[in-house]
């Protein structure tokens, strides 16, 4: 690639690195950064135990030496042994290396950048240069990219690593060369063990392998795709040997749903579910996206090029899987309201890069014409890139996230400084909060578990005044200095109107307190 022919697309990733970063660091503060959710706490909970003890397992002595379950991950369940592994261990290992080199605020904005380069990679090869320039644009200045972009989720990287996969099977197709398919299947593992769901992206490629086959002059090869499942799977069979080892229970992320019969009941049975996906966070989001997706791909199939019908076909397909994937999770969340920072948009990341592709052909093509359609096209870029970049001054944009998450940042630093190395925080869902600097104790009471029953599988109901009131008795009597959060609501309420408790704030807005028995 030659630098000179390349400067526009490498101004324009810069220019998005620059964004990146820009959002990432009004959004956390100096030297600390609160989850903002339990996916991500877990991810920078274990991520920082590799860097720090050079471990893959969180251990709890706390649980063996009160025989409870109450401190551990969220997420997890009760093992017995107290031993926890967390999910995706490509992600943890991708933010211990930048914990332990200094760069980890920016980890995942570098993903970001990344993902958007080869993107455009990708789409310059298959189609044309200006073409990979306006998809890298499209993509990346994809509000719900930009925003994910800025968090410790495992989303970005993932579809990061899955487009580097994908460039490298195009160019395995293009150059017959063994290196880059051996290649694909490496960044297709650590698309997988950066998110689980990324085993869509192997699966496709290898469909896409053997339908290469049949549709080409250059014929792919059985030894080509032999390299392919081979570095793909002797790697995962490892991991999963070694896994065994380690007497620990892996902290259970649900990434999609149990296999191709479980998404086709799904299929089935919730159709307005996926309706309502498709409708909202496709079709209606974000703006005029889906429209030039759906012209570009008409004038696609207009031309003859056999390469762009059958990455065009291949990029659908790739789309429907990954929307049957996580389509039907709208019926538990997401649809509160369709908003950058929530749950479905941020499965949809990699269908938003498939629309962009399809969008910048259309868009591309309208500027090669020689009349007035060139100004239309612009017109319509313009369109797209101020109505889905004016949704950061929304009131969910990221300036509202900032102040979220650096009020939480400010009650960790104010609990920390006034507490012991040794205390124990009792909590309901402020844990994201502490863990990192706190040992923190998770409950959920006997009423919550009969509200919602499936809670049960993470927790065993706990009863204030039978189980969590002996508990911090034995813990006060031990030395052990106790604190509670205003939102364990019921726990806190019972201390505070029992006359043998004594509890004093700890912090200015009487968020945290400090759990004394009197004498």
């Known amino acids: 690639m030659k630098l000179k022919e390349n400067l526009p697309a490498l101004a324009i990733i810069l220019l998005l690195a620059l964004l990146f970063n820009y959002y990432t660091y009004i959004n956390s503060e100096v030297n600390y950064r609160v989850a903002e959710s339990p996916d991500e706490?877990?991810?920078?909970?274990?991520?920082?135990?590799?860097?720090?003890?050079?471990?893959?397992?969180?251990?709890?002595?706390?649980?063996?030496?009160?025989?409870?379950?109450?401190?551990?991950?969220?997420?997890?369940?009760?093992?017995?042994?107290?031993?926890?592994?967390?999910?995706?261990?490509?992600?943890?290992?991708?933010?211990?290396?930048?914990?332990?080199?200094?760069?980890?605020?920016?980890?995942?904005?570098?993903?970001?950048?990344?993902?958007?380069?080869?993107?455009?990679?990708?789409?310059?090869?298959?189609?044309?240069?200006?073409?990979?320039?306006i998809a890298a644009m499209l993509w990346g200045l994809n509000p719900s990219y930009v925003f994910f972009s800025s968090m410790y989720y495992s989303n970005v990287p993932a579809v990061a690593f899955s487009i580097i996969a994908l460039y490298c099977f195009?160019?395995?197709?293009?150059?017959?060369?063994?290196?880059?398919?051996?290649?694909?299947?490496l960044f297709c593992l650590y698309a997988a063990f950066t998110r689980t769901s990324e085993i869509v992206i192997f699966g496709s490629i290898l469909i896409g392998l053997l339908a290469a086959r049949w549709l080409f002059s250059r014929k792919i090869q059985l030894k080509e795709m032999i390299i392919f499942i081979?570095?793909?799977?002797?790697?995962?069979?490892?991991?999963?040997?070694?896994?065994?080892?380690?007497?620990?229970?892996?902290?259970?992320?649900?990434?999609?749903g149990g296999g191709i019969g479980y998404q086709l009941a799904y299929l089935m049975s919730n159709a307005g579910v996926y309706a309502r996906s498709f409708m909202d966070y496709i079709i209606g989001y974000p703006p005029l996206l889906f429209v030039l997706a759906c012209f570009g791909v008409i004038s696609i199939y207009s031309s003859n090029d056999k390469t762009q019908r059958f990455f065009t076909l291949f990029f659908i397909g790739l789309f429907l899987l990954f929307f049957g994937l996580y389509g039907f999770r709208g019926e538990t969340w997401g649809f509160e309201s369709v908003t950058i920072d929530s749950s479905m948009a941020?499965?949809?990341?990699?269908?938003?890069?498939?629309?962009?592709?399809?969008?910048?052909v259309?868009?591309?093509?309208?500027?090669?014409?020689?009349?007035?359609?060139?100004?239309?096209?612009?017109?319509?870029?313009?369109?797209?890139?101020?109505?889905?970049?004016?949704?950061?001054?929304?009131?969910?944009?990221?300036?509202?996230?900032?102040?979220?998450?650096?009020g939480w940042g400010a009650l960790n630093r104010e609990?920390?400084?006034?507490?012991?190395?040794?205390?124990?925080?009792?909590?309901?869902?402020?844990?994201?909060?502490?863990?990192?600097?706190?040992?923190?104790?998770?409950?959920?009471?006997?009423?919550?578990?009969?509200?919602?029953?499936?809670?049960?599988?993470?927790?065993?109901?706990?009863?204030?005044?039978?189980d969590l009131i002996p508990l911090i008795d034995k813990m006060i009597l031990d030395g052990v200095p106790v604190y509670v959060t205003q939102e364990a609501t019921e726990l806190f309420q019972y201390l505070k109107k029992n006359n043998?408790?004594?509890?004093?704030?700890?912090?200015?807005?009487?968020?945290?307190?400090?759990?004394?028995?009197r004498s």
């Open 41 to 133: 706490n877990l991810a920078i909970i274990f991520s920082k135990l590799i860097a720090e003890d050079s471990s893959l397992v969180w251990h709890s002595e706390m649980n063996e030496r009160y025989n409870v379950s109450y401190f551990r991950p969220r997420n997890s369940i009760d093992i017995g042994a107290n031993n926890y592994v967390g999910p995706y261990v490509g992600f943890q290992m991708l933010l211990a290396t930048a914990r332990l080199y200094g760069f980890f605020d920016h980890i995942v904005p570098l993903a970001g950048c990344i993902g958007v380069l080869f993107l455009y990679l990708l789409v310059r090869n298959i189609f044309d240069e200006r073409t990979g320039i």
């Open 170 to 185: 195009h160019k395995g197709i293009q150059t017959g060369k063994n290196t880059y398919i051996g290649c694909a299947g």
């Open 230 to 256: 081979s570095i793909f799977l002797v790697l995962r069979i490892l991991w999963t040997i070694s896994n065994s080892s380690l007497d620990a229970q892996t902290v259970d992320i649900n990434t999609g």
């Open 346 to 360: 941020r499965y949809f990341l990699i269908n938003y890069a498939i629309m962009s592709i399809f969008a910048a």
């Open 362 to 406: 259309f868009l591309t093509r309208f500027f090669s014409r020689q009349d007035n359609s060139r100004i239309v096209a612009l017109f319509l870029l313009l369109v797209l890139l101020t109505s889905t970049t004016a949704i950061f001054e929304s009131d969910n944009g990221l300036m509202k996230e900032k102040e979220r998450l650096n």
């Open 415 to 466: 609990t920390v400084d006034r507490t012991p190395e040794n205390a124990v925080i009792f909590t309901r869902a402020f844990d994201k909060v502490f863990m990192l600097d706190r040992q923190v104790a998770v409950y959920r009471t006997e009423a919550e578990i009969r509200a919602q029953p499936d809670m049960a599988y993470w927790y065993t109901p706990a009863n204030i005044e039978k």
């Open 500 to 517: 043998r408790y004594h509890l004093t704030a700890v912090t200015k807005n009487s968020m945290v307190w400090k759990v004394e028995k």
